[in-house]
């Protein structure tokens, strides 16, 4: 790490607060307000949360063009500028030198960051970095395809499965529930001539008593099929419910089948090009919001 990082880093773990009070936007561009930002002023609008974005440049590139780095500065005090005239949040940024796949996590915890959001090409495939960073995350992601919906987080999609881990999202279904006052759509599949898995059952049960006790208004959807594909049937109909983002699970251990093929969650975000999608670990350390 070079010496302007170290710098930067030791001023960072200064000014970060224990709390999770921020939204971290990594960003490629700097010359106009993308789609990322976009649902990240969102989000800060209606959370109160502050806006943080994180530029990083590649060490390589900058060692060749020495004015890089000023140059990039700029630009990003120029976009911090341009959102702060149009926005009233409390907003900062940050460029770096490095690898994003590798600095990314580590700024988002040093800032305590709630929130990741990472922009993707409508077509662009989950490409192995992208998904070890992910993974290597306690930090949900956002990942970004299109521009902010008309109607924002107003319609969240809930797919449930019969994994265990499906309970560690619904708190965040309830945070963008309580900011956004969205309906949940838990979505489940059942066979039409067998009765509802027992862990489904349970996951179900799970989600449904935590918000009510959260007093969210939610709605119950019965497709048929595998519990398993549940994720690509709720996309299926997403349409249907103008849909502003849908909560998943990444997979937790590899099997077979994943190191053959690849997890389920890197196919599904290749196919889905409209809705964002929250990523989240399934992991002992993870972050849960506080509502």
């Not at 580590?106 to 090409?121: H, N, P, S, Y």
């Not at 809930?158 to 838990?186: G, R």
């Amino acid at each position: 790490m070079n010496s302007s990082n170290i710098k930067l880093f030791y001023k960072i773990k200064i000014v970060a607060r224990v709390i999770h009070e921020k939204i971290l936007v990594c960003i490629d561009s700097l010359e106009t307000i993308d789609f990322a930002v976009e649902h990240g002023l969102e989000i800060c609008s209606f959370s109160r949360k502050e806006l943080i974005l994180l530029h990083i440049l590649d060490k390589k590139k900058v060692e060749k063009e020495k004015k890089l780095l000023d140059a990039t500065q700029l630009k990003m005090k120029n976009l911090l500028n341009e959102i702060s005239i149009k926005f009233n949040i409390p907003i900062n940024g940050y460029v770096l030198e490095g690898d994003k796949y590798k600095l990314s996590n580590t700024i988002a915890e040093k800032l305590g960051v709630a929130i990741i959001l990472f922009q993707m090409d409508e077509h662009q495939e989950m490409d192995n970095k992208t998904l070890k960073m992910i993974h290597s995350s306690r930090l949900p992601y956002i990942i970004i395809k299109q521009k902010l919906a008309e109607r924002g987080y107003k319609n969240i999609l809930f797919p449930v499965d019969p994994s265990v881990k499906s309970k560690e999202k619904v708190l965040w279904a309830i945070f963008f529930s309580v900011h956004y006052n969205s309906v949940i759509h838990l979505f489940f599949a059942k066979h039409p001539d067998k009765p509802i898995d027992r862990d489904l059952q349970q996951n179900i049960f799970y989600a449904k008593k935590t918000f009510e006790s959260f007093h969210v208004n939610y709605r119950i959807h019965e497709l048929e099929g595998s519990s398993w594909d549940i994720h690509d049937k709720s996309l299926a109909i997403a349409r249907n419910f103008d849909a502003g983002l849908l909560i998943m699970m990444m997979t937790r251990h590899y099997g077979l089948f994943d190191y053959i093929l690849g997890p389920y969650e890197k196919k599904f975000i290749k196919e889905n090009k409209n809705i964002p999608v929250m990523c989240i670990n399934s992991r002992d350390d993870l972050y849960v919001p506080c509502i």
